[in-house]
Structure formats: structure tokens, C-alpha cells
């Protein structure tokens, strides 16, 4: 009887074998036959094949260094701006220092318009801008990068850092930047926002439409390059920063809409794709949502120097310090792999849904911040 049972053990055993040795047969076998053909053929053939070999390793390990790697990532960069020490609104003329000479007159910069463009040096200058590069375009052997679990969390950041700030250049052309809506555009602005809507995905060639292309960081600078210019043309008190309540409630309403649509991204994600650390498309989610958390820390924050004086005339301050600990909490939360496991399980956590929490707090603080200033 025990013979039987260790007979049909072993037979088990070489069975998996035998699969194991198959499948691992199927998965080689193209490259021994591949070497077989090389064996074959003659140097002029061997050294082309050799350097593009050669191509792709450099290309590969460039892209794995370039997606592993986050340089200046740092979710407490706010405090190097040191807004506190900004006593005068954005675009509001600078006191000249008690006994100085006649001097040229000079206005507050916007220190809104300082991080949209340090945000978007960040993605394409101190970090290369992961969604065009040629090898993400080509996927995981004709895979989206996208859906797998490998190398795409860094372009999900840096999409979301580039939302806010399209969003916030946008905000910049319609309302901030001119006078009631009566003025004049900002032609500085308006290329920055035109430039920054740029598809996020173009390389130097296409097939829709078929031909050469501009790439996306390209364009990304030029935006940044237009933002700047508009800053020092607003600290030369020629160029337009409304800074009035019913500015800081549309600009607040935006924020707070574009919020509430990736709270309702990770609901459905949550809700509907609970497979744990098998979701492969959770990890997008949750670092498209934290880059955008990211990048709206920043911008808020500049805001609230920008508006100082109806901060402090509405009585802001606190609600303003409540929305700051908030985004803090939740740039806090860094797995090192995302799991989207149901919301009462007890196995795999639920980081889309923790994610989503912080969001809706985050949102509720700018709602109620919306509701103080329109009384």
C-alpha cells in the first residue's frame, strides 16, 4: 500500500518535471535557434546583429535607470520656498527699503506661477519625462507598460504632477492673469497652457498622423520658459495678478473638481478590480493620485501666499494650516508595491482605497475653504 502511494507521489513528481522542462524548453528555444542561425552566418552579418544587441542593453538599462530613479523627489520641497516670509500678495508693488534711492519699481512675483514651472522642470529637465520615451512607447513585449506591474509608477507620477499643473496654467490664463475677464489674455500664459495640454505621449515620430513629431518634453519647457517670462514681467509690474476673493473660489472649485475625479478613478479601480498585489493596473492609479497630491501640495500652498491678503481678511488661516496637514498625511503613505485588496480584508490592504480617503479629506477641507470665502 505505502508503495502505491510513493509510486503515485513520484509519478507526480516527474510529471511537473517534465512540464517545468517543457515550458522552460518553449521559452528558449527561439533564442537556441536564434543562435544556432548566427553560428551560421558570416561577420558581416554577426556585427550589425552585435551593435544592435549592443543598442538595446544600453537603451534598456538607460530606461530602467531613468524609471527606478527619482531625482529631487522630496514631498516636503515646499519648505525650501519659505512662503511664510512673503509679506506682500502676488503682483502687488514691493516696498522700497527706508531711505533707498529712487529706484525702478518692482511687484510681487507669483508664486503660483513659480512651482507650475518648477513642477514641470521636475518632470522633463530633473528627471527624464517616462511616457514618450521610445522603449515605454513599445511596452513589455507589445504590452502596455501600463498593465504590467514593472517600471510604470514613475510616468503614473509624473502624469499627475502634469495634470495640476495644466489645470493650474488654464486657471492662470482665464482668470488670474488679467483683469476680471475683461482684459486682455497674457500671450505668455496662453502658450504655457497650450503648450502644457500637449499629448503626453508623443516621441520624435508617430503613426497617428504617420510622420516626424515634436517631442512631448519639448513642448514642456517652452511652457516653462513662458511661465518664467510672465513672472518677470509681473515682478517688472508689467504684466497682471488678480488676486481678488472671487479668483481664489473659482481657483479653489477647480482644484476641488479635478480632485473629486480621481477620488472617483480609485473608487472604481477599488471597487470593481479587488485582486490584491494582482491588480496590475493599481500602481497607476494610486502614483497618478499621489502626483497629483504632490503637485497640488505645492500649488496651495503658493497660493495661499499669493492671496495672502484675503487669507487673512476671510480668516483662512487655520482651515488653510488643516488643508496643509492633510496633504502632508497623505504624501506620507510610500508603499513600495501597491495592493488593491478589498476594503474589510484582512490579508492584502487596500492602498487605493487609503488613498482615496485622503483625497476626499483633502477636498472637504477646499469645500468648506470655498464656503467660508463666498459668505
Excluded at 241 to 255: E, K, S
Aim: hydrophobic content about 45%; glycine content about 8%.
Amino acid at each position: 500500500m505505502l508503495d502505491r502511494i510513493a509510486g503515485f507521489f513520484r509519478l507526480i513528481g516527474r510529471t511537473i518535471a517534465r512540464g517545468f522542462s517543457l515550458a522552460v524548453a518553449w521559452a528558449f528555444w527561439p533564442f537556441l535557434a536564434a543562435h544556432g542561425w548566427y553560428r551560421r552566418r558570416t561577420w558581416m552579418i554577426r556585427i550589425p546583429i552585435i551593435a544592435l544587441a549592443a543598442l538595446l542593453v544600453v537603451l534598456y538599462a538607460y530606461f530602467f535607470w531613468q524609471t527606478q530613479v527619482w531625482s529631487n523627489f522630496n514631498p516636503s520641497f515646499v519648505d525650501e520656498y519659505r512662503f511664510s516670509q512673503r509679506k506682500v500678495p502676488a503682483g502687488q508693488e514691493l516696498p522700497v527699503a527706508g531711505g533707498a534711492a529712487a529706484a525702478a519699481k518692482t511687484c510681487q512675483r507669483s508664486a503660483i506661477v513659480d512651482v507650475a514651472a518648477d513642477l514641470t522642470d521636475f518632470n522633463v529637465n530633473q528627471n527624464a519625462w517616462i511616457s514618450s520615451m521610445l522603449l515605454y512607447r513599445l511596452g513589455f513585449f507589445g504590452i502596455d507598460w501600463d498593465h504590467t506591474p514593472f517600471l510604470d509608477n514613475k510616468a503614473s507620477f509624473q502624469r499627475g504632477v502634469n495634470q495640476a499643473a495644466r489645470r493650474t496654467s488654464a486657471e492662470l490664463v482665464d482668470t488670474l492673469g488679467r483683469v476680471r475677464g475683461t482684459s486682455g489674455i497674457n500671450n505668455d500664459l496662453q502658450n504655457a497652457r497650450g503648450n502644457l495640454q500637449f499629448d503626453e505621449y508623443s516621441w520624435y515620430f508617430g503613426l497617428n498622423p504617420f510622420g516626424p513629431k515634436t517631442p512631448t518634453p519639448s513642448y514642456y519647457r517652452s511652457a516653462i520658459g513662458s511661465l518664467r517670462k510672465f513672472n518677470t514681467d509681473l515682478a517688472s509690474c508689467n504684466a497682471v495678478f488678480d488676486g481678488r476673493a472671487d479668483n481664489l473660489i473659482q481657483f479653489i472649485d477647480r482644484i476641488a473638481n479635478d480632485l473629486g475625479g480621481t477620488s472617483d478613478m480609485l473608487a472604481e479601480r477599488s471597487e470593481n478590480h479587488n485582486r490584491g498585489w494582482f491588480d496590475m493596473r493599481a500602481d497607476d492609479r494610486f502614483w497618478f493620485a499621489y502626483g497629483q497630491l504632490y503637485a497640488y501640495y505645492a500649488i496651495l500652498s503658493a497660493a495661499q501666499s499669493d492671496f495672502s491678503q484675503v487669507v487673512a481678511e476671510r480668516n483662512l488661516g487655520a482651515i488653510w494650516g488643516g488643508t496643509t496637514r492633510q496633504f502632508q498625511a497623505a504624501l506620507r503613505i510610500q508603499p513600495a508595491i501597491i495592493s488593491n485588496g478589498r476594503e474589510d480584508g484582512w490579508i492584502m490592504p487596500s492602498h487605493l482605497a487609503t488613498m482615496g480617503f485622503y483625497i476626499l479629506r483633502v477636498r472637504s477641507n477646499l469645500v468648506e475653504m470655498r464656503s467660508v470665502l463666498d459668505r
